[in-house]
């Protein structure tokens, strides 16, 4: 439903509760009969909780009373098979209870064929049937949209409907082992994030070694290179000697041409 027919089937609801809390035999039937017909609201278990309202189970009124329970718990199937013991509907009461049987029947099945609603609900024809499903779509009833090619309404979700008090337990228990299960699930997903960090933890320490071990043998290669040299070798204890000094003694060293031949002729006179 709407924001607007949220609050306003609120406030009906409100209304009625003050108005009920002084109001005691036919006018608190008539009261009931209006509830049941007043758009937007479908809940009656707060209703049924009342103390004058539980009176009306067993006196005269019972009818009203188990009219009102069919409301909060039953279906449209639930009022034909007891119709001969129950207060006649009006048309506004037969949509609504119908809208609340497509609740119940939405509850376990996501797809409704458009044969079992018109069995269920007792429409005359699937004109009539569309028609009562817009209406519920419209007033946010149910969420879905209608497959008129399968003949068949597809839910995707639904309001809620009063629980009775025997269906607490079961209620209880399902939520108990969704729990169970979110536990599990938690404990197996914490599991994983320790294996995950353990695995973390044993790649940074071999990064480590690894760094270690590589740096211990780039210093060692380090201390034990040779350093290279850009010239020839010396012999040890012979120093080094400049090739121009050297060039300059061998001139200095050898005789010169004239003193060659003054020698040549001395050796022809003596001769």
Not at 85 to 96: G, H, I, M, W
Not at 115 to 138: F, G, H, P, T
């Amino acid at each position: 439903m709407s924001a607007a027919e949220v609050k306003a089937g609120s406030q009906n609801l409100e209304q009625f509760l003050l108005l009920a809390k002084s109001t005691r035999g036919a006018a608190l039937v008539a009261l009931i009969h209006q509830l049941l017909e007043c758009p937007g609201v479908y809940l009656f278990g707060e209703v049924l909780d009342m103390p004058n309202v539980r009176e009306l189970e067993s006196g005269p009124h019972a009818p009203v009373y188990q009219l009102l329970n069919l409301f909060a718990y039953g279906t449209y199937c639930d009022y034909r098979e007891n119709a001969s013991s129950l207060p006649e509907l009006s048309e506004a009461q037969k949509n609504k209870l119908r809208h609340l049987s497509i609740v119940s029947l939405a509850a376990n099945l996501k797809c409704l064929p458009y044969s079992l609603l018109l069995k269920e609900l007792e429409m005359k024809n699937v004109r009539q049937l569309e028609d009562l499903l817009i209406e519920a779509v419209y007033a946010d009833i149910i969420q879905g949209k209608l497959d008129q090619r399968n003949q068949q309404v597809e839910v995707d979700c639904s309001m809620g409907r009063d629980l009775r008090r025997s269906e607490l337990a079961g209620i209880s228990q399902t939520l108990q082992e969704w729990c169970s299960g979110c536990e599990a699930v938690l404990a197996g997903i914490e599991e994983q994030v320790t294996r995950a960090n353990q695995y973390r933890e044993q790649q940074l320490k071999v990064k480590q070694q690894v760094e270690t071990e590589v740096s211990n043998l780039q210093k060692t290669l380090k201390a034990t290179a040779t350093p290279s040299t850009s010239g020839p070798s010396c012999t040890a204890g012979t120093p080094s000697q400049d090739p121009d000094q050297h060039a300059s003694e061998l001139r200095d060293s050898a005789p010169s041409q004239d003193a060659r031949q003054s020698g040549k002729k001395s050796s022809k006179v003596k001769g």
